[in-house]
């Protein structure tokens, strides 16, 4: 007797993707289809789909969708989320949608901590115009706007959104999570959950940043793009979680007169 | 007997799957596909471990993962 232990999750149309082999579009849209079933709310969430290479995201997705100007799906989703407060919003937007053309809007709908969901998908360079420099992208990284590699001092440095976000008051969960290996891929799948649960049981914001590799655009296959995002992206994007409210603090032990004194010749020692 | 199902119509040939595959049971298929991809293929399905490191690997979900489990045990036979 076979069981299935693994198949297309519900809210994954049955089409197939017009992404480059290997771009892991297909993986982080996978991630958010599961998360949409997981949590039920496939019958009242709406997706605001970006400019970019997920620009046609709403024939993949089985809910409802908007497609948003480029940059503004956070503007669009706030005036959906305003407007509707029961139903499910997220946004899933590319890195030259967010961090570049869509900053102001970006920042501004984190800082006011309206009740959106945000699937990230930072792959360091603009996929869909033809591999043009993003603001992710790495320093000394060849795009076809800066054939000799990026340089600090003429284009600035690798925008960290990630870190940004955790600064912000209104946002309550920020981590950055990678797709190059089955393990990463667990970690990021479990950070999509959090970051729905944010929304399902907090109404907050919750930001996940995916790295993600473009095999078309950094000219290298498809495995190799995905060793690129570990040694490369990994070092200039450092992985993990920046920020969860939502989180239970640690539990300390109960203070003892004996831990008071502990405590107190520590502080003395860590002033000296 | 632990098996996949690959889609070949929805496989584009990124080959993650075959890197991904600890007991090496996929492999390259020299057939295209009507895209024109060369999709892969399973062999080796006795050395399967449904473990399901190509499915989640698979940007494409083109993967369907089957475990072989064991037939209940009758409440008879677990008796004994």
Redesign the interface.
């Known amino acids: 007797m076979s069981k299935v232990i693994f198949e297309r999750p519900r809210y994954l149309c049955d089409k197939v993707t017009h992404y480059c082999a290997g771009c892991t579009h297909g993986t982080a849209h996978r991630l958010v289809a599961e998360a949409i079933e997981h949590f039920g709310v496939g019958e009242k969430a709406v997706a605001v789909a970006p400019a970019g290479c997920s620009v046609m995201l709403y024939k993949y997705f089985d809910v409802d969708s908007v497609e948003a100007p480029h940059g503004r799906a956070l503007a669009v989703g706030t005036g959906i989320k305003r407007a509707r407060p029961d139903l499910f919003v997220f946004t899933y937007q590319g890195d030259g949608d967010l961090a570049s053309i869509g900053l102001c809007e970006t920042m501004h709908a984190a800082n006011r901590g309206e009740g959106i969901t945000v699937i990230y998908v930072n792959n360091a360079v603009y996929g869909m115009t033809g591999g043009q420099m993003a603001p992710t992208t790495l320093l000394g990284q060849r795009t076809t706007t800066t054939p000799a590699g990026r340089k600090h001092d003429n284009e600035g440095h690798p925008l960290k959104m990630a870190e940004m976000m955790a600064t912000l008051e209104g946002v309550l969960y920020s981590e950055r999570v990678a797709l190059y290996d089955p393990k990463q891929i667990r970690r990021a799948r479990k950070a999509i959950f959090h970051a729905f649960e944010v929304q399902t049981k907090h109404n907050g914001f919750g930001f996940v940043e995916v790295l993600s590799a473009c095999p078309t655009n950094l000219h290298l296959s498809p495995v190799q793009s995905q060793k690129w995002v570990e040694n490369e992206m990994c070092a200039a994007f450092p992985l993990g979680l920046y920020k969860d409210v939502t989180a239970k603090p640690p539990e300390l032990p109960a203070a003892t007169p004996e831990a008071e004194v502990n405590g107190v010749s520590q502080g003395t020692c860590h002033a000296v | 007997?632990?098996?996949i199902i690959i889609d070949t119509?929805?496989c584009?040939?990124?080959?993650?799957c075959i890197?991904?595959c600890p007991k090496n049971c996929i492999e390259q298929n020299g057939r295209p596909n009507a895209?024109g991809?060369y999709p892969v293929q399973f062999v080796l399905a006795s050395e399967c471990i449904?473990c399901?490191?190509c499915?989640?690997?698979?940007?494409?979900?083109a993967?369907?993962?089957?475990?072989?489990?064991?037939?209940a045990k009758t409440a008879d036979t677990a008796m004994a």
Do not use: Q, W
């Open positions: 007997m632990n098996t119509e929805r584009k040939g990124c080959y993650l890197e991904a895209s991809n449904a399901a490191l499915a989640l690997v698979c940007p494409d979900v993967i369907t993962v089957f475990r072989h489990v064991k037939e």
